[in-house]
């Protein structure tokens, strides 16, 4: 008879990324093997052996999943199930997801969800996420004891149990983040301290005191060949995270093996990252699906996700989502639709309302060749940018003395607003608007949002002016323009003479030379 082929698959254990998933049906069992690494396939066929490796990693990149399917009858499952959670044949934990749940179960199920004694999961959740985190790491190699006694303890515990291993798995990742050169760090002992100094306190589990505007956002890295997620991070908040505070966002970036920027044009890579963008991505059992991403992090390839519990309805919801973001806009490019809804991911600061009845759009200026020359620049009261100072706390704490023009969000506005005097602005003059505080362009306007917020994204300070060649053109080529007629050239002669007399203090002045040293020192230190 001839010999039937053989496909030999080799999966060494540190592919393992320590847990198998089981799926039961009426008739069999599938064993779900995520691996961290592309594993060895061999075709035996007769006396010939031959290597599909190559083949067999496009299709690992589009699921780096094993599955194995075992029929049974019911004579013997009890036997299969003691098989598989054998620890001598499977070192690492079984998990059962059941994704399809039998009809004569559903009773059962909708009983225990309304029972009283019914545990809220959002603390299981992030554990479970913070326990991931840690299987995740691949800077230290961990104890398969130290998962198996978490995961046990989280099996027999209750929300307040749960709270306090959240916490302590916390400490770990943050005592880990310090203390990878330890090469007899003893996770296990360390967890087992911190747990019992957590669960002994007298001080109630608590959710951390966040600085005012920051929030703690999940993050996670996909390579071509695994998900890694990360532990919450602090992140400064924007408008979308203010304006859903209680939905569960997740930053998610797209590298390399190495933790690298993503230049990888290989089909099967672009097709993993199209699918994720398109259909959305299950970690550590949520489902999180694309929602919006700015120009920076198109850039640094990364883009912000959120959490949907019904996948089904997955697009409906984000619509919804990102309707209430751009209101009433027709955007017709799929480009700027992006663009205009990645405005809401910008880090700001919330100052305060300003109504529309204190605006006033005025038109943007153009040159002779049809370029803007006040694309994006508005004006503000000095008076007024000097509330906004008073009403947030700033880097270098900015004055309206030392900083020039302010980096805003408005309803549907972008750009940035100079600072001008209350009484001296003809812009303003021209307003014949009481109580007007701010001055708008056009081309500020990106869509139409109703929300009145004030935000700040950052501050421009004074420079000093350097009269360089292409600044003495531009004044040159004033003289003929201006009316009334006006002749740059003294004034510039002036400003040169005054230049070259403070240059000349530096060489017979000491107190003069001490203070631009110092004064050079500054700028560059900052």
């Given at each position: ?15 393992l990324p ?21 594993p ?10 031959s ?10 990149a ?8 075992l ?9 299969l199930?003691t098989?598989l959670?054998y ?51 691949r800077d ?42 330890n ?8 967890f ?18 966040l ?12 390579t071509?060949?695994?998900?890694i ?19 569960r ?15 990888n ?12 963008i ?65 405005l809401f991911?910008t ?9 529309e ?43 309206t003395?030392?900083?020039s ?9 972008k750009?940035v ?21 701010l001055?708008?362009?056009q ?52 400003v040169?003479?005054v ?12 107190q003069?030379?001490?203070?631009a ?10």
């Amino acid at each position: 008879l001839p010999t039937v082929p053989q496909l030999v698959i080799e999966i060494p254990f540190a592919s393992l990324p320590r847990f198998i998933l089981t799926n039961w049906t009426k008739d069999d069992v599938t064993l779900y093997i995520p691996l961290i690494h592309c594993p060895t396939i061999t075709k035996i066929s007769g006396q010939r052996l031959s290597c599909h490796e190559c083949e067999f990693l496009s299709d690992f990149a589009n699921s780096p999943v094993i599955g194995i399917t075992l029929m049974y009858n019911k004579s013997n499952w009890g036997q299969l199930w003691t098989f598989l959670h054998y620890s001598s044949i499977f070192p690492v934990p079984v998990f059962e997801s059941r994704v399809e749940i039998d009809t004569h179960l559903c009773e059962t199920v909708e009983s225990l969800l309304n029972h009283p004694l019914y545990l809220d999961f959002k603390p299981m959740q992030d554990t479970l996420w913070k326990l991931n985190v840690l299987k995740s790491r691949r800077d230290i190699c961990l104890p398969d004891q130290t998962i198996s006694k978490i995961l046990s303890d989280i099996n027999e515990s209750n929300v307040v149990r749960i709270n306090c291993i959240g916490s302590a798995l916390s400490g770990i990742l943050s005592l880990l983040s310090t203390n990878t050169t330890n090469y007899f760090f003893d996770l296990y002992e360390e967890f087992n301290a911190m747990l019992h100094q957590i669960s002994n306190s007298t001080n109630p589990i608590q959710s951390p005191n966040l600085p005012n505007n920051f929030c703690l956002i999940e993050y996670a890295m996909v390579t071509p060949a695994t998900v890694i997620p990360s532990q919450p991070l602090l992140s400064q908040c924007n408008r979308l995270y203010r304006t859903f505070h209680e939905e569960r966002f997740l930053n998610l970036s797209f590298r390399d093996e190495h933790g690298e920027m993503l230049n990888n044009h290989n089909p099967a890579v672009i097709d993993r990252v199209e699918r994720i963008i398109k259909s959305g991505i299950l970690i550590n059992g949520l489902s999180f699906h694309f929602l919006v991403c700015s120009n920076s992090q198109l850039r640094s390839k990364s883009a912000i996700f959120i959490h949907v519990a019904d996948p089904g309805r997955a697009v409906e919801r984000i619509q919804r989502i990102r309707g209430q973001l751009i209101g009433n806009s027709v955007i017709t490019s799929e480009t700027k639709y992006l663009s205009r809804i990645g405005l809401f991911c910008t880090s700001d600061y919330p100052v305060v309302k300003i109504n529309e009845c204190n605006t006033f759009m005025l038109p943007d200026l153009f040159a002779e060749n049809g370029g803007n020359l006040t694309d994006g620049n508005g004006k503000i009261l000095k008076s007024t940018a000097t509330k906004v100072f008073q009403r947030v706390k700033l880097k270098n704490n900015p004055t309206t003395d030392d900083t020039s023009a302010i980096q805003i969000r408005l309803a549907g506005l972008k750009g940035v607003l100079t600072i001008v005097e209350d009484e001296t602005d003809r812009d303003f003059k021209s307003v014949n608007q009481k109580h007007c505080f701010l001055l708008y362009r056009q081309s500020m306007k990106k869509i139409e949002w109703t929300d009145s917020m004030l935000c700040v994204v950052k501050v421009g300070k004074y420079n000093r002016l350097f009269l360089n060649t292409q600044m003495l053109t531009l004044l040159t080529s004033l003289e003929d323009t201006c009316v009334p007629p006006w002749d740059p050239k003294p004034r510039l002669r002036e400003v040169f003479s005054v230049a070259l007399e403070n240059n000349a203090k530096l060489f017979t002045d000491l107190q003069t030379a001490n203070c631009a040293l110092i004064d050079h020192l500054q700028n560059y230190a900052t």
